[in-house]
């Protein structure tokens, strides 16, 4: 048996099986002196310590918080090439959607990854994931979405399954099938067309060849309708697909009442929800994931956390990682701009980036806690306060990171706060 207990560690978690709302997400548990053992990647025992158990591997995390490991629920982080100039043309003025509609944006990037290979592909998303686990993400969420074509789509997708089956993958990926991001040059004034081809053609083969658990779509004036996308959804829903939908992020379209009427799993993004799409929401049950990195980049007004939890909704927080809106996948910034500029308290925050992160992609019976019978997948901070996430804005204070009870990023030899 292979088994890891991390003792005298300050645990901190949120607790259950299942997203928690309203203000139930300040409900997260600070137990100092604890020690957590997982035997075979699950979690056996949380409580006080029960003594040198024999064999195994014993991390010492005197002065430390144990959390779960980061969910981030939302990347896009299988792709080709980079768009440095259109970041540089949004310093000067350009907005995203009039670099999208002059061709750049996402076909800029569907052109990239249509020229790579998987190869290519495959050290990209690795080198991203390495990053990942530096600072405590235990598993991503990653889109396609950058094919817009059969081939490309169904690669991104392989991708991450070939990923996830190398035995030195530090990161487990959750595939989101996002065939519907943009409207492909192929299918230029054809929006309509374009959906009818996913629907017969591509969605089926990523059903058959398990490639994805979710079905996703850019809802936004100028991609694709509300009407549209319900047709998308409603297809994926039919042949098993859990549902996602990037809603309400430019302006209001709808998106949030939309993911209330189809059960969605999550709505992200939420920049611009009305109240009814919010109040909607959270009568559905449907997580709410909030992207600050991307409001942040953008220069948008970040979505409205508080009246979402105030009024019982789920929030989730996730990066956003993508090769234009958002190149950034870091977590320490999304904590600090959601606790800074959000309102969020840190416990809604840490609880936004786990166990509801885990709900958003359908796993929180599986990960998001530190609970028996969960998946031993932690972070140890190099604090000993969870306060120091935001405190210490923008800056990583992961020491370690560990999948499924193995080790997979260690900065123990690197403190700050403990040789201070
Ligand atoms: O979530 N909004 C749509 N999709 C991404 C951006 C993708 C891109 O610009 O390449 C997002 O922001
Ligand atoms: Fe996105």
Redesign the pocket.
Do not use: I, M, V, Y
């Given at each position: 048996m292979n088994r890891l207990r991390i003792y005298n560690a300050t645990i901190v978690t949120p607790r259950g099986n299942s997203a928690l709302a309203g203000s139930d997400m300040a409900n997260v548990e600070r137990l100092p002196g604890s020690e957590v053992v997982v035997e075979d990647g699950i979690i056996t025992h949380v409580g006080p310590s029960r003594g040198d158990l024999g064999s195994g591997t014993d991390i010492d995390a005197r002065g430390r918080v144990v959390m779960p490991g980061i969910v981030d629920s939302?990347?896009?982080l299988v792709f080709g090439g980079w768009r440095p100039e259109e970041f540089g043309w949004r310093l000067r003025g350009d907005s995203y959607m009039s670099i999208m509609n002059r061709g750049g944006g996402i076909v800029n990037t569907m052109k990239a990854t249509r020229a790579a290979t998987r190869d290519e592909l495959t050290h990209k998303t690795l080198a991203l994931l390495r990053r990942m686990a530096a600072m405590g993400v235990t598993t991503v969420e990653g889109?396609s979405g950058y094919g817009l074509d059969l081939d490309t789509e169904l690669l991104q997708l392989q991708v991450m399954a070939d990923i996830n089956a190398m035995p030195e993958n530090p990161v487990d990926i959750a595939a989101t099938f996002l065939g519907a991001h943009a409207v492909p040059p192929e299918w230029a004034g054809n929006p309509d067309g374009y959906i009818d081809f996913i629907i017969s053609e591509v969605l089926p083969q990523v059903k058959n060849r398990n490639l994805a658990h979710s079905c996703d779509i850019f809802c936004e004036k100028g991609v694709f309708t509300v009407e549209q996308s319900r047709r998308l959804l409603t297809a994926a829903r039919d042949i098993g697909f859990s549902l996602k939908i990037?809603a309400d992020e430019i302006v209001t379209t709808g998106g949030a009442e939309l993911s209330a009427e189809l059960g969605a799993l999550s709505a992200?993004?939420l920049l611009h929800a009305s109240d009814e799409g919010i109040d909607a929401m959270a009568r559905a049950g449907v997580v709410a994931t909030l992207?600050p990195l991307?409001a942040f980049t953008l220069r948008e007004p970040y979505a409205r956390a508080r009246r979402m939890i105030d009024s019982g909704c789920a929030v989730a927080l996730a990066t956003?990682l993508?090769p234009g809106?958002c190149c950034s996948g870091s977590i320490p910034l999304t904590f600090a701009l959601a606790c800074i500029y959000m309102n969020m308290s840190v416990e809604e925050a840490i609880t936004a980036m786990t166990l509801n992160g885990a709900a958003a992609i359908g796993r929180a019976g599986m990960i998001g806690s530190i609970e028996p019978g969960k998946q031993g997948d932690m972070v140890i901070l190099d604090a000993d306060t969870p306060d120091f996430l935001p405190y210490f804005t923008g800056m990583n204070i992961a020491a370690v990171t560990i999948r499924a009870g193995r080790v997979v990023y260690d900065a123990t030899g690197d403190s700050i706060y403990l040789n201070s």
């Open positions: 939302h990347t896009h889109k990037h992200d993004h992207l991307t956003d993508n809106s």
